[in-house]
């Protein structure tokens, strides 16, 4: 229990380090006391004129002038105070998000086999924006409320100790019945989170292949297959959640309507038996009218630590993680050896009993069947998956202790590119001098193509601007400028015509001799045929050398 309340005291430190909002929750803080003050002064002029009124007497000047001030302040701070805090969230907010996905791009690749892309979108979109306003607003709220509340039940006790017994006495009981549904309401929310991410999974999948559905002719199947996942991992947990809110409000209602009018004639019974004035009554009427909100808060405050720990447990993987920071660096490339044992899929085993050694500036082959393995033996060596059957040694060392970004790269099958420029889709954020760009131009055959459109050709969001052959060239380019010492190539030629795939295997296997990069390659055409003086055979589990 000590170390779970050890990690949230250390989350709680982190996320206010990364939000850096104390100015903003300064200005809140004092827009919240002039707001209180404000509202004080004017229940407390009110009564006396108001009892002046009822005893003929003529209205003091003092108290109009210092109604108009504190209605000044009144409405200077509430206009206020919503800029002040939607600059306060925004911020916190802004500076979570950018945190949250910067810490998700460093994770290595177990961390996204793990957590899917609903669930990841949920926690940096959503669960951010709870945890992030928890820690920027939190303090001010409860200092303000206190105040608040404090404030307000001075001058009602000032006025009639009944009335503020009574009052009292009705808020406990509504503060304890709203933290108990708060707290379900908590539990709900997380529920609720969780299985969202679900369904926003379900959801990208379905958009992301929309074509393929298409030519099924399986619209309805897909629409009624998310109808029944939003049904029951969305519908119902929101239907819980609402019950619990309509409770909830229930409550509130009771705050903001019942209990100031039953005070009011409370009040005016008392004033009969001379027990309060009829400024006093009127002036506790008023106060209770404002108090809803504070006390509302408290009771919610409580809850919210909860939810806010709730929150924190399944964004810990998010924001605490080792950033491989005790990994090696891949300072050269000089062996890297493969052994199999088998793995099991289904029915079948693939890659049993196969082993093979790459060593520097060798040009692999790897061939195979479909479904023989090929494509397992890179996600083991880019270490986007892993299996106790499947040793990898890069330089005599286990793969898993080192860092192998980016002095191992992989040019993959599918193409992917991003909504920008042709420029910005090849370079990433990499600074590369003209020289190094034109270079790669001139080896994946784009320079006809940079000369037609220019490097600031606008790729649009469905990559349908330009051609298939076109884009494989791009992610190409985007891999080979950047030079790494292992360079993987999964059927990267295979939306090219053969004279294209021809030239470009040659531009290839010239630019890896250059700069002495090895490779491993995958293809079931034989453009690399020529140049691989090594061959490994998948389906045979058999390493040969070529003359």
């Known amino acids: 229990m000590k170390k779970k309340l050890d990690i949230n005291k250390e989350f709680g430190h982190k996320v206010k380090e990364i939000i850096k909002v104390k100015k903003y929750q300064v200005f809140g803080l004092v827009e919240g006391l002039i707001l209180t003050i404000s509202l ?278 998010f924001i605490l993680f080792d950033k491989n920071d005790k990994l090696q660096k891949i300072d050269d490339f000089a062996s890297l050896e493969f052994k199999s044992k088998g793995i099991q899929f289904e029915n079948n085993e693939i890659l049993k009993d196969l082993s093979f050694t790459v060593l520097k500036d060798d040009f692999v082959l790897i061939r195979g069947s479909s479904g023989s393995g090929k494509s397992t033996i890179f996600k083991h060596i880019i270490k986007d998956a892993s299996s106790d059957a499947i040793e990898i040694l890069l330089n005599g060392k286990n793969i898993q202790e080192y860092n192998i970004f980016p002095d191992i790269l992989m040019i993959q099958q599918k193409s992917s590119l991003f909504t920008t420029t042709i420029i910005d889709n090849i370079k990433c954020g990499y600074e590369a001098t003209k020289e190094e760009l034109e270079e790669v131009y001139n080896i994946c055959m784009l320079n006809s193509f940079i000369d037609k459109y220019g490097e600031n050709k606008a790729i649009d969001n469905i990559s349908s601007n330009i051609s298939g052959g076109e884009i494989q060239r791009i992610c190409i380019a985007r891999i080979l400028l950047r030079k790494p010492k292992l360079l993987l190539m999964d059927e990267i030629t295979s939306a090219l015509d053969p004279d294209t795939t021809a030239s470009l295997a040659k531009n290839i296997y010239d630019f890896v001799k250059k700069y002495h990069i090895t490779v491993i390659a995958i293809s079931h055409k034989n453009e690399f045929d020529e140049y691989a003086n090594k061959v490994v055979d998948v389906g045979k589990n058999v390493s040969i050398e070529k003359e």
Not at 204 to 230: P, Q, W
Not at 269 to 292: E, H
């Open 40 to 317: 004080l002064v004017l229940s407390y002029c009110l009564r006396d004129i108001i009892d002046c009124i009822s005893s003929g007497e003529s209205i003091k000047t003092k108290n109009v002038v210092i109604i108009l001030i504190a209605f000044l302040f009144y409405f200077l701070s509430y206009f206020l105070g919503p800029i002040v805090y939607q600059h306060l969230y925004a911020n916190a907010r802004k500076r979570l998000n950018v945190y949250l996905l910067g810490n998700t791009l460093n994770q290595n690749q177990d961390f996204f086999r793990k957590y899917e892309q609903g669930y990841i979108q949920a926690i940096i979109e959503d669960l951010s924006y709870d945890v992030s306003s928890h820690y920027a607003s939190f303090i001010i709220k409860l200092i303000s409320d206190l105040v608040i509340v404090l404030g307000y039940f001075g001058i009602i006790f000032y006025y009639s100790w009944q009335l503020a017994s009574i009052t009292l006495t009705i808020l406990i009981i509504v503060m304890i019945l709203t933290n108990r549904i708060v707290n379900k309401q908590a539990l709900a929310a997380k529920d609720f989170k969780v299985k969202m991410s679900k369904v926003k999974t379900h959801l990208l999948e379905t958009i992301s292949n929309v074509n393929l559905i298409k030519m099924v002719d399986k619209t309805k199947y897909y629409t009624d297959t998310y109808k029944d996942d939003y049904t029951e991992n969305f519908y119902n947990p929101l239907l819980k959640y609402r019950i619990l809110e309509a409770m909830y409000t229930t409550l509130y209602a009771v705050i903001l309507f019942m209990m100031p009018l039953l005070i009011l004639i409370l009040g005016l019974v008392l004033k009969d038996v001379f027990m309060i004035s009829l400024g006093s009554t009127i002036s506790v009427y008023s106060l209770l009218g404002n108090l809803q909100e504070p006390i509302r808060d408290l009771s919610a405050l409580a809850a919210e630590i909860r939810q806010n720990k709730e929150n924190l447990g399944l964004m810990k993987d």
